[in-house]
């Protein structure tokens, strides 16, 4: 049997990041996937926008939005190391009316916050928004010059091949089918196969609830899953406006923006997502229909905490609005029309690559906000793991590798100077949390 002192499930970007902080120590480390190659789900088929933490509440996201702001610099020097691209196009959020301009101000405090400069923060009028970006119609916009268009799945590899280098194994086209605790630690066990590990982490995205479960945790929350979608904006039309442009989010009780307008780090521009339910953590195609059949099928999707969400009369005014938006393109196009009313449905001819998102709902119907991190005596298991998630995560590992290296977990010898990036200097940074 197999046996290792840490196995982590998941190759997204947030179980590299860490395999790699962890693959400095002299210790053996597995990263299990069930796909046949590295960040084949959330961690590359997503915005790919390093966003600056100015729309996260300093108080209640304070280790994400760190994470975020910390992130940026390592992804960047990496990026720029192995060549991978890295488009400083910088983002617009706009606001419609004077009620949205509020949120922007707030916006500006918790940008300062969290620690972005003056120099990179400003709040525009709509002249100053115009003048800069003469296709925006809005009320005001708040201008983030510091956002920038990467790609999550090529850091993710490149740094993975880093991670494998130095003595990482990855056990790719392996499902992990159930966990079990033992003396040893905790027993994996895969098709035909058993591995044991002193240590297990769970990275395992849109299924990580579901793993949790299986140790017993968590059993008090639910997950829905939201596919995001995309079109790609026609040659025509692509360099109407240069920086990214999203809008106040109608709903904050929910984890969703209104679709926006992305340029791609490829040189591509977008629009999107979406946020569709779906039924599954990977369902990327198919499903919607007609509005009464979704409905009806919405229904058979929220089982359990999610049921309340029936009840929520916003939660069903967006998700129909979502919905219309996935089965009709104009839909989708008349919501981004809102701040850049020269574009049109025929500018869009192709669908880009769907991305699935799968927040947790708590016991009683609401969305959480927080990522979940729970533990039983030799295992931590991350949920919820969101946007910023991508730009957070060589930080956010960081931290997580502290906590274990804390709690005694990681007490092996460090090998002689691999790195990449200094994880002192990020742990001084991080906000301070107790062990686990
Ligand atoms: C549409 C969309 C847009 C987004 N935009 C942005 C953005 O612009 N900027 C940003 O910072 N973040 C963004 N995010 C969020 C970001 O992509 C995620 O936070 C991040 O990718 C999550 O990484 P992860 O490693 O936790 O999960 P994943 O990348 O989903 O990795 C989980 C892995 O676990 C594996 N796995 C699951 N179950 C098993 C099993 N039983 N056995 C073996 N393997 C298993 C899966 O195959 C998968 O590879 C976006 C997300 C989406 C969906």
């Known amino acids: 049997m197999l046996k290792f002192d840490f196995a982590i499930i998941g190759s997204g970007v947030l179980g590299t990041t860490i395999s790699y902080w962890l693959s400095l120590y002299e210790t053996s480390v597995c990263v299990i996937d069930k796909e046949n190659k590295i960040a084949a789900h959330a961690s590359s088929k997503n915005t790919g926008v390093v966003h600056s933490p100015f729309y996260l509440d300093p108080q209640k996201r304070k280790k994400i939005a760190k994470a975020a702001l910390i992130s940026h610099d390592l992804w960047r020097d990496f990026a720029k190391s192995r060549n991978i691209p890295w488009k400083e196009c910088g983002t617009i959020e706009v606001a419609l009316d004077e009620k949205q301009h509020k949120t922007l101000e707030k916006y500006l405090k918790w940008g300062h916050q969290n620690g972005i400069s003056n120099s990179e923060l400003e709040l525009l009028d709509s002249g100053e928004v115009a003048k800069k970006e003469p296709h925006i119609k809005c009320h005001s ?23 494998e280098k130095n003595g990482t ?102 629009i999107g997502p979406n946020a569709v339910p779906v039924a599954d953590a990977e369902t990327y195609s198919g499903y919607v229909g007609s509005v009464p059949k979704t409905l009806s099928r919405l229904k058979e999707i929220l089982s359990g905490n999610p049921r309340k969400l029936l009840f929520n009369s916003e ?25 850049i009313p020269a574009i ?27 990522i979940l991190e729970l ?36 007490n092996y010898p460090s090998k ?7 994880f002192q200097k990020i742990l001084e940074e991080m906000p301070h949390q107790n062990s686990y």
């Open 344 to 370: 049109k449905p025929a500018n869009f001819t192709r669908r880009g690559t769907a991305g699935i998102r799968s927040p947790i709902i708590t016991k009683n119907g609401e969305f959480l906000s927080e």
């Open 169 to 270: 194994r990855f056990l790719l086209g392996t499902k992990v089918q159930d966990i079990k605790n033992t003396y040893y630690g905790t027993k994996i066990i895969l098709p035909g196969s058993e591995l044991e590990c002193k240590f297990l982490i769970n990275c395992a995205g849109g299924y990580s609830l579901n793993m949790a479960t299986k140790m017993g945790l968590a059993t008090d929350y639910s997950v829905l899953h939201f596919r995001g979608e995309y079109w790609i904006a026609d040659a025509s039309i692509a360099n109407l406006v240069n920086t990214n442009v999203y809008s106040v989010a109608k709903f904050s009780n929910f984890p969703f923006l209104d679709p926006h307008w992305i340029k791609r780090s490829n040189g591509q521009t977008e």
């Open 141 to 163: 916009g708040i201008y983030c010059s510091r956002d920038v268009s990467t790609d999550y799945g090529a850091l993710t590899n490149e740094l993975g091949k880093i991670s």
């Open 416 to 422: 002689p100077d691999k790195g990449i990036w200094n």
């Open 375 to 410: 533990e039983s005596e030799n295992s931590l298991h991350v949920v919820n793991y969101n946007s910023p998630g991508a730009t957070g995560a060589p930080a956010y590992a960081a931290f997580l590798v502290k906590k274990l290296q804390d709690g005694g977990f990681v």
């Open 315 to 339: 939660f069903l005014t967006l998700v129909s609005k979502e919905w219309k938006s996935s089965l009709s393109k104009s839909a989708m196009v008349s919501r981004v029309r809102q701040f």
